[in-house]
């Protein structure tokens, strides 16, 4: 086969690729997407939106940044996903603390066995994510429009009409689609009426940034590990203490799991809180200074389906759970990830309706492994002496390679692997592992390749990269001397970094 043949032969297989489809066309309306909620999901989704050139607002209820430091986690998983994107340096330049472990059920578990360039925890508050994905977003032209409730909206078969209330009185913009990341009590997943089943739980907790005068002892000074972080104080009840980079000040959290009071809602009294510490800790311990308190539930609820015409659900507005294993905010961002470049190409006409189906097909399996992982974690609470045995001996099957490997996975998100069609090879919905690969210019870094927000096709032989190029602009080619795969010529990413198509030598 001359090499004419061989090309015309690659260009027909990545026809079947389908990366590029026809256009759509919807003219006339105020914008392409309408994001509701400016946390760190909104915020990253409208990123990603705006990196592909769709027309995006963000509406957020609130007048203004609150600040409060609320998550303070990055997964590894999330941070390559912000590596990806070339946002990771910004976050740890924000951070004030590099966990080498994570948990399950506060019993430690290390990233141990997991290809990952990063095997650790970044220690940020949620307040400083927000700020730097603002300002990412803002650098690409979109503000965010603050002090703006949806009240609610319609759609039909073409847009959806979001009505709106700033302090000048109620507003309409329409759009092409409407994305409710507007957290648990979610006013886009109450207005689609769609079902939001789960369990209302038991129990619920206390999370307060706190100032002490004299820190209890036992305390860690840096955070370094998630060992000691936490321990049941009862059979039911629990505490924890977290240093939050500022001498004295720390992250104290308590609760009950198996009793809360009448007004879940009720504010978090700064008497409350020194009451708590006093009653874990003694009077040795005195607080000077309660910055942020809140309460929260160990409800645990996902929405049946993520999407409904042309409104979507991500992040708390798709699904809630008590906050074992600091997963939460880590798995918005990553239903971001997912959603974010799908949207933008059935928006901007790169691939058809299908495309964005599933998003809902691959993230929600995930989010329900997560509310079926923390349960397992609440069940884990030492209530009597079968569950405190049951939990002695869970903590010793932890010290197992192959199960410490299986929890960190699973709570790290790098253990996700989205399902493929066709062949089995092994690198199909797997993610990136971003170690260095071989190019005749010398090593090169693939996370690299992403940041635009382009299929990234990694190939040993130039006939791909002239194949490719014929079919999508969204495309980055790299010529790499091998691959880590046996009879392997060509691997593709999607945009969000997982394997998505290889190609086995043609000759």
């Given at each position: ?484 795969w046996p009879s392997t010529e060509a691997v593709l990413y999607r945009p969000d970094g997982y394997a998505c198509w290889t190609a086995?030598?043609?000759?």
């Open positions: 086969m001359n090499r004419l043949d061989n090309l015309t032969m690659l260009r027909a297989r990545w026809a079947r690729v389908n990366l590029t489809l026809l256009r759509s066309g919807m003219n006339n309306l105020g914008t392409d997407v309408i994001v509701a909620g400016a946390g760190p999901t909104g915020l990253m989704l409208a990123n990603e939106l705006a990196l592909a050139g769709v027309d995006v607002v963000v509406l957020e209820r609130l007048p203004q940044r609150t600040g409060l430091s609320k998550a303070l986690n990055l997964q590894p998983r999330t941070a390559e996903i912000l590596e990806l994107r070339g946002l990771l340096a910004g976050a740890e330049a924000r951070s004030y603390a590099t966990v080498g472990d994570g948990h399950f059920a506060m019993i430690p578990v290390t990233y141990d066995g997991w290809d990952t360039r990063f095997p650790f925890q970044l220690g940020i508050p949620q307040a400083e994510i927000e700020s730097h994905l603002e300002e990412r977003l803002a650098t690409q032209g979109t503000k965010v429009m603050r002090d703006s409730e949806v009240i609610d909206f319609v759609q039909d078969k073409d847009s959806v009409t979001v009505r709106y209330r700033t302090d000048g009185g109620e507003n309409r913009l329409r759009a092409k689609f409407l994305v409710g990341c507007d957290g648990s009590r979610s006013v886009v997943r109450k207005g689609l009426e769609v079902d939001f089943p789960g369990v209302d739980g038991d129990g619920y907790g206390v999370v307060a940034d706190v100032l002490f005068d004299k820190v209890p002892d036992g305390a860690q000074k840096q955070w370094r590990t998630m060992r000691n972080i936490g321990q049941p104080t009862g059979a039911t009840t629990f505490k924890g203490l977290i240093p939050l980079g500022e001498p004295g000040l720390y992250r104290f959290t308590y609760g009950d799991r198996a009793s809360r009071p009448a007004d879940m809602r009720s504010t978090v009294s700064p008497d409350e809180v020194r009451q708590a510490v006093l009653d874990s800790y003694g009077e040795s311990s005195t607080v000077t200074e309660v910055r942020w308190a809140s309460r929260f539930s160990d409800a645990a609820r996902q929405a049946a389906h993520y999407r409904a015409g042309r409104v979507l659900l991500a992040g708390d507005a798709a699904h809630i759970h008590f906050p074992a294993g600091g997963q939460g905010l880590n798995l918005g961002v990553q239903d971001a990830m997912n959603l974010g470049w799908k949207l933008a190409a059935t928006v901007r006409g790169w691939a058809g309706d299908d495309l964005l189906d599933t998003y809902e097909a691959e993230r929600h399996p995930v989010g329900a492994q997560v509310l079926h992982n923390v349960a397992a974690q609440l069940g884990l609470t030492p209530r009597t002496h079968e569950t405190r045995a049951l939990r002695d001996f869970f903590a010793d099957l932890v010290e197992l390679p192959e199960v410490n490997r299986h929890l960190a996975g699973m709570v790290s998100g790098l253990g996700i692997r989205y399902t493929t069609y066709g062949t089995s090879h092994p690198a199909l919905g797997s993610r990136l592992t971003d170690q260095d690969v071989a190019t005749e210019g010398g090593p090169l870094r693939p996370s690299s390749l992403f940041h635009e927000g382009h299929f990234v096709l990694l190939t040993t032989t130039p006939d791909h990269i002239d194949a490719a190029r014929a079919l999508s602009t969204r495309l980055t080619t790299q010529l790499v001397t091998e691959l880590p086995a030598p043609t000759r």
